[in-house]
């Protein structure tokens, strides 16, 4: 199966303007997650969909919104860029195991989008 | 809440010694437990996991990890660093919150390797 792929591999843009990544999950996931990993904060979660609706959130302003189509595609948009948006941007496609209490999450990663704002 | 602390941010090592890298978790129900490596400039790729088959856990490229349940912990090893295992290493445990599945990441520790 093909992996998690993640477009643009990199972008630059100014402080101000708005940017779109885009995620393509592993065929058969119906979730994915995004992440903003930055040297000072670490991995940080910023929200989950799932069959086209988001169901976990994380605590990121409402600059940062996401979407997913029908075919479990996922794209997060940042508006009104500053300089602390730069970071690697990360998604990830997965799928549960098992049911109930039994079960858990596992997660695939993209190589991710680093994002630099001037 | 479920959560994860790794302890130390940074672990320096020579090639060829041993590589212990912490994790310790909370959580009030049974854990799922995993431990994946970021390369720099890449996404973060699965090592191995912990799902209450075995509680010694073995993983790619040499590395294990062994669940105590009365430690609370997750420890990962390798018997001998590699000049290829300089990466950030990630602990997560993943659990059920309010009907759907959440992961969890720690901060990462940073494994440098000398020759």
């Known amino acids: 199966k093909a992996g998690v792929t993640q477009t643009p591999r990199y972008l630059i843009k100014t402080r101000g303007q708005q940017v779109t990544l885009s995620c393509s999950p592993i065929?058969?996931?119906?979730?994915v997650s995004w992440y903003q990993q930055t040297p000072g904060q670490g991995l940080q979660f910023l929200f989950e969909?799932?069959?086209?609706?988001?169901?976990n959130k994380g605590n990121f302003p409402g600059r940062f919104s996401g979407r997913q189509f029908s075919n479990s595609r996922s794209e997060m948009n940042v508006s009104t860029l500053e300089l602390g948006d730069s970071a690697l941007y990360l998604c990830?496609?997965?799928?549960?195991?098992?049911?109930?209490?039994?079960?858990?999450?596992?997660?695939?990663f993209g190589p991710g989008t680093r994002l630099t704002v001037l | 809440a479920q959560s994860v602390t790794q302890l130390g941010s940074h672990v320096s090592v020579s090639e060829g010694a041993l590589v212990l890298l912490r994790c310790n978790y909370s959580?009030?129900?049974?854990?799922?437990l995993f431990w994946y490596v970021q390369y720099p400039n890449q996404g973060l790729q699965l090592l191995l996991k912990?799902?209450?088959?075995?509680?010694l856990v073995k993983g790619i490229n040499g590395f294990e990890a062994e669940f105590k349940k009365s430690e609370t912990s997750f420890h990962l090893t390798k018997p001998s660093a590699h000049m290829s295992d300089a990466a950030e290493y990630f602990c997560?445990?993943?659990?059920?919150?309010?009907?759907?599945?959440?992961?969890?990441f720690g901060t990462g520790t940073r494994l440098l390797v000398s020759p």
């Open positions: 990830a496609s997965s799928f549960v195991v098992g049911r109930g209490r039994g079960s858990y999450n596992e997660q695939f």
């Open positions: 065929s058969g996931h119906r979730s």
């Open positions: 969909y799932f069959s086209e609706t988001q169901r």
């Open positions: 959580s009030s129900v049974p854990p799922y």
């Open positions: 912990y799902t209450s088959a075995a509680t």
């Open positions: 997560a445990v993943s659990f059920l919150n309010t009907g759907f599945q959440k992961l969890v």
